[in-house]
């Protein structure tokens, strides 16, 4: 079963120091990532920066699609690598299908604000209390938000992404700027 992980940090740059531990976590094998990505809110700006993390894994699961439709329904960005229309009403929908609720939404929405960051990892086996501990050893204070999807709802993500666009996973890092 995959665990989609969101880590809220109350600066702009804690995600990308959690990112980095998380690095080290894996190469322990206290984790597996299967895709990342970051978010980075400095005060005053509009919209947040989004960077999906390639340099966690090789390749990614889901691909930049995922984190732009993800991204787009949370924070309103324009969707990274996504065209819009019909399709895009369908890959929402779909989020519900595969554990990403409203209620999943809006808690993130409400937290992840100007001058804080997140990081939003999919991960697999992973021991998150142990996680949180090492995260907090290394001074990386963040609050864990969590949803966990099953087997078969990661599954069908997987297969609405891969209908939806095959060559978004080749890209390389992948950011917006706000």
Known sequence: MATLTVWKFDTPDGAQQAEDALADLAKKELIQVLDAATVSWPEGKKKPRTRQANSLLAPAT????????????????????????????????????????????????????PGTSALFVMTSGAVLDRVHESLKEQGIHGELIETNLS?????KLR???EDEGDGEREGATQETHG
């Open 62 to 113: 889901l691909g930049g699609m995922f984190w732009g439709l993800l991204f787009g329904v949370i924070f309103f960005i324009p969707l990274i690598g996504l065209v819009v229309g019909a399709a895009s009403g369908a890959l929402v929908g779909a989020l519900t299908d595969v554990g990403i609720d409203d209620d999943f939404i809006k808690e993130i929405r409400a937290k992840v604000t």
């Open 151 to 155: 087997s078969e709802q990661e599954a």
């Open 159 to 161: 297969e609405m992404l």
